[in-house]
């Protein structure tokens, strides 16, 4: 992929959101690790754990998912986080994130030519780049 065409680093609530909703309930460490691997697969550096511990915080504040402590150890609590089945979803929309609800999205729909045109990439690119993403977090090790 050319430099251009690189995707732009979402915010970490973002990143956090899409892998719970897609993979389900998950433990704090395994959140951090799936994160870890897709900001290394694009090649973002790394969120340090306080910052996925944050989002997930700001999450469960927004109501987009569940959270339950499993134990408080020396380096802190571990945390389950559930997806919550809001209707709540983030939308790029004239250069920033943006949580909304379903029926905002009717004014704003997001599509291929609408991410496209937002990040002044090709739509074949988009395309390319949510299909390889979905197939790597529909794989059993995550994303690698």
Sequence with gaps: MEENQKLRRPPLPVAVAV????????????IYEEVCRFYEHEGWPKPCMRGVCW????LAELGIV???????????????VMPNGSK??????????ILAE???????????????????ISPKT???????????LKHKGGIK
Aim: aromatic share 10%.
């Design 19 to 30: 892998i719970v909703k897609e993979k389900g309930a998950m433990t704090t460490r395994e």
């Design 126 to 136: 988009v395309r390319a780049r949510v299909r390889e993403f979905r197939s790597l």
């Design 55 to 58: 989002a997930i915080s700001k």
């Design 102 to 120: 379903p029926e905002s999205c009717v004014e704003v729909p997001l599509t291929v030519e609408h991410i496209s045109r937002t990040l002044k």
């Design 88 to 97: 709540k979803i983030f939308v790029y929309h004239r250069g920033r994130w």
């Design 66 to 80: 569940k959270t339950r402590r499993l134990f408080r150890g020396y380096y802190g609590a571990t945390r389950l």
